[in-house]
């Protein structure tokens, strides 16, 4: 069965970090992009990184950009969001996400795990 | 890129013909896709590459459009459609968005 399975969420004080996992599973990992997107409480669905397959192209929402870090180990097909400098703004689900394309194009999200909360307060 | 969906709610019955659309600040080709999300739940992919319907999708749900302009149209209302619909424009991978969503409710 394609699994994607998240942890690592928690209640975090601002300015603090947290490290994010994804665990993969039923498919080959190292062949696809993969995204983090998140969902504050009550709100729509934002996008806020990708990664290529090896690792070496890395994009970010302007929002997180210098303070949140996607990386990927293939060998143990996991995703990974190192969030730093934690914000009250950024409490939300995040969602870990597989990226479908075709054509070296993203064409959509296709494979999604359940989430992770992360809430930030003091 | 900003996409615009409308409306934000809608009530509708069981058996109705439903459309939402979902307008893009430039053009975007044919690269968005649609999702389907329930309370509590991660989203649900419906629709890609603003026409094909993903595998395992009811074909009650269609999608058309090109360039700024889309619309997902759900033929025949069912009791399990009703939930938050999100589109999403993936023109790069550096950067993606999702409209705001509209939320189908029950009349």
């Known amino acids: 069965e394609v699994q994607l399975v998240e942890s690592g969420g928690g209640l975090v004080q601002p300015g603090g970090s947290l490290r994010l996992s994804c665990a993969a599973s039923g498919f080959t990992f190292s062949s696809y992009w993969m995204s983090w997107v998140r969902q504050a409480p009550g709100k729509g669905l934002e996008w806020v990184a990708n990664i290529k397959q090896d690792g070496s192209e890395k994009y970010y929402v302007d929002s997180v950009k210098g ?13 990974y969001l190192q969030m730093n400098s934690l914000r009250a703004e ?7 996400a597989r990226v479908l394309d075709y054509g070296g194009n993203p064409d959509a999200f296709d494979i999604w795990g359940q989430g992770t909360m992360v809430t930030v307060s003091s | 890129i900003q996409l615009t969906q409308s409306p934000s709610s809608l009530s509708a019955s069981v058996g109705d013909r439903v459309t939402i659309t979902c307008r893009a600040s430039q053009g975007i080709s044919s690269y968005l896709a649609w999702y389907q999300q329930k309370p509590g739940k991660a989203p649900k992919l419906l629709i890609y590459a603003a026409s ?49 969503g509209t939320r189908l409710e029950i009349k």
Do not use: H, W
């Not at chain 1, 870090?69 to 995703?79: E, G, Q, V």
């Not at chain 1, 950024?90 to 870990?96: E, G, L, N, Q, S």
């Not at chain 2, 009811?58 to 700024?68: Q, V």
């Open chain 2, 52 to 100: 094909t319907l993903q595998s395992g999708v009811p074909s009650r749900f269609s999608g058309s459009g090109s360039g700024t302009d889309f619309t997902l149209t759900i033929s025949s209302l069912q009791p399990e459609d009703f939930a938050t619909y999100y589109c999403q424009q993936l023109n790069s991978y550096l950067s993606i968005t999702f409209g705001q």
């Open chain 1, 67 to 79: 303070r949140f870090t996607i990386s990927r180990d293939n060998a143990k097909n996991s995703l």
């Open chain 1, 90 to 96: 950024d409490t939300a689900v995040y969602y870990c």
